[in-house]
C-alpha cells in the first residue's frame, strides 16, 4: 500500500511537472505576441518563438569556449538555474507537502536566493566580449594606462546582480511571509489548509498589499523592464547571459519561461491556497494566475523604461514598506 502510494506521488509529480513545463514554453511568446507586439503596433513573433523555436536553433549552433578563470562552472550555471526552478515547483506540488524541509516557505526562499546569486557568478566569472578576450584597456605598445583598473564589461552586470539580491528582491520575500501572519505556519501545508478553510488570503487588506507587492518582486525576479538593470541594453547587451552560446543559452530561454510560471504557481499557493496538480481541474486557476502575471508584466514592461539607481532605489524602499504593512495588517 505504501509502495504504490509513493509511485502514485512519483508519476503525479512527474505529470504534473511535464505539462506545467510544456505550457511555460508558450510564455514568453505569448507576452511578446499578444502584449508587447500589440501594444507597439507590429505583428510579432509567433507565439513558439521566443520558447520553443529559439531554444531549438541554439542546440544546434557551435559551441564557444569561454574565457573564464572556471569555465565549468560558468557552463554549467544555467543548468543550476533551471534545477532551482525544477525544485521550486516540486516543492509547489501536494505531493510534497510530506517532505517539510522542502515544501516550506524557508527551502523556498532559499532555492530563490540560489537562481539569484547564479547571476553574480555569471556576470563575475565571464572574462570575454563577444567570445573574444578582450580586457579593457587594451595594452598597446606606447599607451599605458597608469593606476586604471582592468575590468570586463560583465563585471557591471555582476555588480549590479549582487546590488539586486541584496536589496532589490527584499519586497519579494516579505510577500512571501505574509500568508504566514494568517496560517501562524512557514509550512506550505498549513498555508494551504488554512486557506481552504477560511478562505484565499488575496482577498483580505493584507493580503491585497502583499499580492502587489508581490508582483513587483514578481517583475525584479525576472529581470524585466523597469528593473532590468542586470542586462541594460546600452552597455551590457543581456548582462550575465551575454557569453552563454549553443546549448547553455538554450537553457537559459528555457529557464526564463520556467520561472515566469512557477513564480505564477508559488502566487497560487501562497495566496489563493491551490498547489498545482494534473489530477485536479483546480490546476486551472493555476494556469489562470500564471496567464495573468504575464499578461500584467507585459502590458506594465512596454510602457516603461529602465529605471536608474535613483529610480530604483525609492520604488523598492516604498514595496519594501507596504510588505511590512502587509505582515503587519495580518498579525492584527
Given at each position: 500500500m505504501f509502495e504504490s502510494t509513493v509511485l502514485y506521488s512519483i508519476l503525479a509529480v512527474a505529470v504534473t511537472v511535464v505539462i506545467c513545463f510544456l505550457i511555460s514554453t508558450l510564455l514568453p511568446g505569448i507576452e511578446r505576441k499578444y502584449i508587447h507586439a500589440r501594444i507597439q503596433q507590429r505583428i510579432g513573433p509567433p507565439v513558439t518563438s521566443p520558447g520553443i523555436m529559439a531554444p531549438i536553433k541554439f542546440l544546434y549552433k557551435k559551441n564557444i569556449k569561454p574565457s573564464s578563470p572556471v569555465p565549468g562552472l560558468y557552463?554549467?550555471?544555467?543548468?543550476?538555474?533551471?534545477?532551482?526552478?525544477?525544485?521550486?515547483?516540486?516543492?509547489?506540488?501536494?505531493?510534497?507537502?510530506?517532505?517539510?524541509?522542502?515544501?516550506?516557505?524557508?527551502?523556498?526562499?532559499?532555492?530563490?536566493k540560489v537562481e539569484e546569486i547564479c547571476y553574480v557568478l555569471m556576470g563575475a566569472l565571464s572574462k570575454s566580449i563577444m567570445s573574444v578576450r578582450m580586457p579593457f584597456p587594451d595594452r598597446v605598445k606606447g599607451a599605458a594606462h597608469l593606476n586604471t583598473t582592468r575590468s570586463f564589461i560583465e563585471d557591471?552586470?555582476?555588480?549590479?546582480?549582487?546590488?539586486?539580491?541584496?536589496?532589490?528582491?527584499?519586497?519579494m520575500y516579505l510577500a512571501l511571509f505574509a500568508p504566514v501572519t494568517q496560517a501562524r505556519s512557514i509550512f506550505l501545508q498549513d498555508i494551504v489548509a488554512y486557506q481552504?478553510?477560511?478562505g484565499p488570503f488575496l482577498f483580505t487588506v493584507a493580503g491585497g498589499i502583499a499580492a502587489i507587492v508581490f508582483f513587483i518582486g514578481y517583475m525584479i525576479i525576472l529581470n524585466e523592464y523597469p528593473f532590468s538593470i542586470i542586462k541594460a541594453k546600452c552597455d551590457v547587451i543581456e548582462g550575465p547571459y551575454m557569453e552563454y552560446a549553443s546549448k547553455y543559452r538554450s537553457i537559459v530561454f528555457i529557464t526564463?519561461?520556467?520561472?515566469?510560471?512557477?513564480?505564477?504557481?508559488?502566487?497560487?499557493v501562497l495566496f489563493i491556497g491551490i498547489p498545482p496538480t494534473i489530477f485536479s481541474p483546480t490546476i486551472l486557476i493555476n494556469i489562470f494566475v500564471v496567464l495573468v502575471f504575464v499578461f500584467m508584466m507585459g502590458i506594465f514592461s512596454a510602457f516603461t523604461p529602465v529605471f536608474t539607481?535613483?529610480?530604483?532605489?525609492?520604488?523598492?524602499?516604498?514595496?519594501?514598506?507596504?510588505g511590512i504593512l502587509a505582515i503587519v495588517l495580518g498579525l492584527l
Open positions: 557552463k554549467i550555471l544555467p543548468i543550476v538555474c533551471f534545477l532551482v526552478v525544477l525544485c521550486l515547483l516540486i516543492a509547489l506540488t501536494p505531493y510534497a507537502f510530506a517532505i517539510p524541509a522542502l515544501a516550506s516557505l524557508v527551502a523556498v526562499v532559499g532555492l530563490l557591471i552586470s555582476a555588480r549590479r546582480s549582487l546590488r539586486m539580491i541584496t536589496y532589490g528582491s527584499f519586497p481552504q478553510a477560511h526564463r519561461g520556467f520561472l515566469m510560471f512557477t513564480l505564477g504557481v508559488l502566487f497560487s539607481n535613483r529610480q530604483l532605489l525609492p520604488t523598492i524602499i516604498g514595496a519594501t514598506l507596504l
